[in-house]
């Protein structure tokens, strides 16, 4: 079974200060992603990355930073940590073009900002 | 912008029956995928579907092939363990960069 493993699995942060948030995939998938979710609410998309080294925009990009500096790795960084980010974050990764390119999540990181 | 819409918002059985949820879409989509979330807020992956229906137990989930505009997920004799929220996700395709959009939920409650 595939793993996506996120780290720190909650996280307290104050505000205006930077938060890194990390992804690690063993599926040797080249899509991962990072999403958030509000109490109630499902999931939407922050950045995503298709290789090593590039990422792009997903749907609400601002105030948040990624970085995928391996094909294995996504990072999730919060520069200026606001009220407004507190939140469950999932990292996730797929495979696309195959057929089958089901979203395998990690356990998320629950982050307050206080 | 392109919406799925999940319905029931919440659902209540007893152990032992059958029920169904539906996503709808605003627009035509590629594929659809169907997760449930646990009490501990974990996602679990059940169904990717670019048409027709996949099977898996008591779970079946089909995918409209012509209009490509909804999803079901059919539980068939309800157990405890099915408790949960599900969600569904669909991918537009296209220019959409290959972003799913994700449903508000469907909280399942299944009682003894």
């Known amino acids: 079974e595939a793993a996506v493993t996120q780290s720190p699995r909650s996280k307290v942060a104050v505000t205006g200060g930077k938060v890194t948030l990390s992804c690690h995939q063993t599926?040797?998938?080249?899509?991962m992603y990072w999403y958030r979710q509000d109490t109630g609410h499902g999931l939407r998309l922050i950045h995503y990355?298709?290789?090593?080294?590039?990422?792009e925009k997903g749907d609400i990009p601002d105030g948040y930073k990624a970085s995928r500096p391996s094909q294995e790795n996504f990072s999730l960084i919060l520069e200026l940590a606001s009220l407004s980010q507190t939140a469950v974050y999932f990292c996730a990764s797929s495979e696309k073009g195959t057929g089958n390119e089901r979203l395998f999540f990690g356990h998320g990181t629950k982050l307050s900002v206080l | 912008g392109d919406q799925v819409e999940q319905s029931p918002s919440a659902l209540s059985l007893h152990e032992g029956t059958d029920s169904a949820l539906r996503c709808n879409f605003t627009?035509?989509?590629?594929?659809v995928q169907w997760f449930r979330q646990n009490s501990r807020g974990s996602l679990i992956s059940l169904f990717y579907l670019a048409s027709g229906t996949k099977e898996n137990g008591r779970l079946k989930s089909a995918f409209d092939s012509k209009e490509r505009r909804y999803s079901t997920l059919h539980i068939r004799d309800a157990q405890l363990e099915d408790s949960g929220t599900y969600f569904c996700a669909a991918e537009a395709g296209g220019g959409s960069g290959n972003k799913l959009i994700f449903g508000t939920g469907t909280l399942l409650s299944v009682k003894p």
């Open positions: 627009t035509t989509m590629r594929s």
């Open positions: 990355s298709y290789v090593a080294d590039s990422t």
């Open positions: 599926n040797n998938h080249d899509y």
